[in-house]
């Protein structure tokens, strides 16, 4: 994981990490404790097991808010949020992950969006100060999302 620096508004710091497929997460996130997290990912031939699986390993480290962008990223975006809530019969929890597709967007304009509006639920007692980049399987995006944050950070990008 490496970090891109601070951007925004709310001061995120920027963590970007590129991986083939989410499978590979091991315990890279344990030290952002609170994070958001923007996804690029073609999930769209993906099980649903392993989008499931990926969900359940944000939300147990510390995912507050997430964004999901690239082919298949509304179908991604509803099984997250069917992992989170499950099948509604246990205790009400009260961490809530405000989850986003962005399948119209780009995927720069998708960072944008998660930087500068992407938050935690207003309700909630998370404090984010960390937001993750996450590119599986293509390095383009990763480099992409790295030259759009260096960007934002010297104010050519508003």
Same mark, same amino acid.
């Given at each position: ?7 925004? +508004? ?16 091991? *315990? %890279? $996130? &344990? ?5 958001? @997290? &923007?996804? &690029?990912?073609?999930?769209? /031939? ?16 510390? @995912? ?8 298949? @990223? #509304?179908?991604? !975006? *509803?099984?997250?949020?069917? %992992? ?8 009400? *929890? +009260? ?6 597709? !962005?399948?119209? %967007?780009?995927?720069? #304009?998708? $960072? ?10 207003? *309700?909630?007692? /998370?404090? @984010?100060? /960390? ?14 999302? #790295? $030259? !759009?944050? &260096? ?8």
């Amino acid at each position: 994981m490496t970090s891109l620096g601070v951007a925004g +508004e709310k001061g995120y710091e920027i963590w970007a990490l590129a991986l083939d497929q989410p499978a590979e997460i091991t *315990d %890279e $996130l &344990a030290g952002l404790r609170t994070f958001g @997290c &923007a996804v &690029a990912w073609d999930s769209q /031939n993906e099980p649903v097991e392993a989008i499931a699986n990926f969900a359940r390993k944000l939300i147990d480290s510390g @995912c507050v808010f997430v964004g999901f962008w690239g082919p298949g @990223c #509304e179908r991604a !975006h *509803d099984i997250f949020d069917e %992992e989170e809530v499950g099948d509604g019969s246990g205790a009400e *929890d +009260e961490s809530v992950v405000m989850t986003s597709w !962005h399948e119209k %967007e780009s995927w720069p #304009e998708t $960072l944008d969006f998660l930087i500068d509006f992407g938050s935690p639920a207003e *309700d909630s007692t /998370n404090q @984010c100060n /960390n937001l993750l980049v996450l590119s599986f399987g293509s390095t383009d995006w990763a480099a992409q999302a #790295e $030259l !759009h944050v &260096a960007r934002r950070r010297l104010g050519s990008v508003t």
